[in-house]
C-alpha cells in the first residue's frame, strides 16, 4: 500500500485528483493520514477510525457510525467525540474500561420519577402500604 506522501507525488501534490479509493488505501494504512483528506467521505473515515480510533480527531462531520468504529479500535477515542450516546459510551467502555473518564455523565443520570403507590408496588413486586 501506498503511503498519502506516495499518493500526493503520484498525482502531482493536487488533492483534488484524489479518488475515494486512494484516500481509503492512505488510511487503512495509516488513519492519521486522514488529515490530508479534503473530501471525507463516511467510508474513508471509517476506515481511517478501524486503522486508529484517535483518527476521530480528523474526522470532519462524525457520525455515530464513524464514532462507534472508532471507540471500537480504541476506547480512549472517545475523548474525541463531539455528540456522544450511551451506545458509543457502551463500545468505548468495552474495549477500554478506564474510556469512562470521558464520558458525558448527563447521559447516564436518571431522573427522579413520581409514582403513585400501586406504580410502586408493581414495581417491587409487592404490595406497598403506608404506614402513619
Do not use: W
Amino acid at each position: 500500500m501506498k503511503t498519502i506522501q506516495e499518493i500526493i507525488k503520484a498525482k502531482q501534490a493536487s488533492y483534488k485528483y484524489f479518488t475515494e479509493k486512494d484516500a481509503i488505501e492512505a488510511v487503512k494504512k495509516n488513519g492519521y493520514d486522514l488529515v490530508y483528506i479534503k473530501e471525507q467521505t463516511e467510508t474513508i473515515c471509517i476506515e481511517a477510525v478501524k486503522q486508529d480510533g484517535y483518527a476521530l480527531a480528523y474526522v470532519k462531520n462524525q457520525t455515530e457510525a464513524i464514532c462507534t468504529e472508532a471507540v471500537k479500535q480504541d476506547g480512549n477515542a472517545l475523548a474525541y467525540v463531539k455528540n456522544q450516546t450511551e451506545a458509543i459510551c457502551i463500545e468505548a467502555f468495552k474495549q477500554d474500561k478506564d474510556a469512562s473518564r470521558f464520558f458525558n455523565e448527563s447521559l447516564f443520570i436518571v431522573a427522579p420519577k413520581e409514582l403513585t403507590i400501586e406504580e410502586l408496588s408493581v414495581l417491587l413486586g409487592y404490595e406497598v402500604k403506608i404506614i402513619k
